[in-house]
């Protein structure tokens, strides 16, 4: 049995213990178990009914003895691993071992700050850097270590383990976006004339006309071309998933969409489609 309720006679009368077993800590591994008193058996019977819902949904943390760093853990065990794509839970993991853990991995969940929170921004900002380098982090990166523990703490929040989400209540690093520099005419013609006689000639010339991520370009098949009517169909990505190379499908409806191809393109493709089927 996961739980069970006991009647008590105080000096204040009636009341009711729920108790349940909420089984292993996914930290420690330790026994865990709960037990609150309520002034009715109603009361006791609907809390115990919450938590054993919340155990079979694997949500049961007492986030009262959780450090930031244990949940962080369990978060990214529970919810991210299952939900985020691989990619993504590969940089939130990689993220939150280098920088959050070890600033803020000992802080109490529950007592959290936004001033605390405010503070790791800005030091990371000034003095952030792993690789040895002086410096900080850019700003960039701050805002994705912002957004990484404001996800987190939206879902300690919907879990009910913390009142509010203190990464609301701070100001993370606004982006800086670096200024575009362009190519002229003359230097797409010595680029284009450069790349011509190479094998790889129409994947350079749909990267310079498309505009297409390398990921898009690796990740295209002729079924995703219609040489046709001159268009191509950007469906998957290519991406590196640690030392292993592995498609993946675009994150957002705007990524899968429909590209037109100029002639240029479109000729160089069927010249390159030829010389496959001609086995060149």
């Not at 790791?120 to 003095?127: D, H, I, R």
């Amino acid at each position: 049995m996961k739980g069970a309720i006991w009647k008590r006679q105080g000096k204040r009368g009636v009341s009711y213990t729920a108790r349940v077993d909420l089984g292993a800590d996914p930290v420690t591994g330790q026994r865990r178990q709960r037990a609150e008193t309520f002034r009715t058996r109603k009361e006791a019977e609907a809390a115990l009914a919450k938590w054993i819902a919340d155990i079979d949904r694997g949500t049961a943390v007492d986030g009262s003895k959780l450090t930031l760093g244990e949940y962080l853990d369990h978060w990214l065990s529970t919810y991210g691993r299952p939900n985020l794509r691989p990619t993504t839970y590969r940089s939130y993991e990689q993220l939150t071992r280098v920088h959050i853990r070890p600033a803020l991995g000992g802080k109490p969940l529950q007592k959290l700050t936004p001033a605390q929170l405010q503070s790791f921004y800005s030091e990371k900002l000034t003095g952030g850097r792993q690789d040895g380098k002086a410096g900080g982090l850019s700003p960039r990166t701050v805002r994705y270590l912002h957004a990484i523990i404001r996800e987190a703490l939206a879902q300690a929040v919907r879990w009910q383990m913390v009142a509010r989400n203190v990464a609301d209540a701070t100001e993370p690093p606004k982006a800086q976006r670096p200024p575009v520099r362009a190519w002229d005419q003359e230097q797409v013609r010595t680029f284009l004339t450069t790349a011509e006689g190479d094998h790889y000639s129409p994947i350079w010339l749909l990267a310079l006309m498309t505009g297409l991520r390398r990921g898009e370009l690796l990740g295209l098949r002729w079924e995703d071309v219609d040489l046709t009517r001159g268009t191509l169909h950007v469906r998957r990505s290519l991406v590196e998933l640690g030392s292993t190379l592995v498609f993946q499908e675009p994150k957002t409806k705007s990524g899968r969409r429909v590209v037109a191809l100029g002639a240029s393109c479109l000729s160089a493709l069927k010249a390159h489609r030829a010389h496959q089927l001609a086995g060149c």
